[in-house]
């Protein structure tokens, strides 16, 4: 078993970045693949990035293509995603999940760990 927080959100203007993290601890960390999701007020929860267990594949949803990235750093148990040029429709609270599987998986049924969220806030 794996817990979660996220940390790193904020209230950004449109155009900004922020970097938000997810410490994991309990089990061992480089053992899940790890994938960040979001949901807006009223909508529901969905993917937008996910990178396996040695950091070497990611995936991302069209979406954030060419302004998010994602990154693990295993000696510290920590994920990160990395959200530049920022738009209003980023506005989310946004969680980290674990998947004990080796796929990059983008529904929410895979993940078996989930954190408590952040809140981001784009401003335009």
């Known amino acids: 078993q794996v817990q979660l927080v996220e940390s790193g959100g904020g209230l950004v203007q449109a155009g900004g970045s922020l970097r938000l993290s997810c410490a994991a601890s309990?089990?061992?960390?480089?053992?899940?693949?790890m994938g960040w999701f979001r949901q807006a007020p009223g909508k529901e929860r969905e993917f937008v990035a996910t990178?396996?267990?040695?950091?070497?594949?990611?995936r991302y949803a069209d979406s954030v293509k060419d302004r998010f990235t994602v990154s693990r750093d295993n000696a510290k148990n920590t994920v990160y995603l990395q959200m530049n040029s920022l738009k209003p429709e980023d506005t989310a609270v946004y969680y980290c999940?674990?998947?004990?599987?080796?796929?990059?998986?983008?529904?929410?049924?895979?993940?078996?760990?989930w954190g408590q969220g952040t809140q981001v806030t784009v401003s335009s």
């Open positions: 309990g089990d061992t960390f480089s053992t899940y693949v």
């Open positions: 990178i396996s267990k040695g950091g070497v594949r990611t």
């Open positions: 999940a674990a998947d004990y599987t080796n796929n990059l998986q983008t529904s929410l049924e895979a993940y078996d760990y």
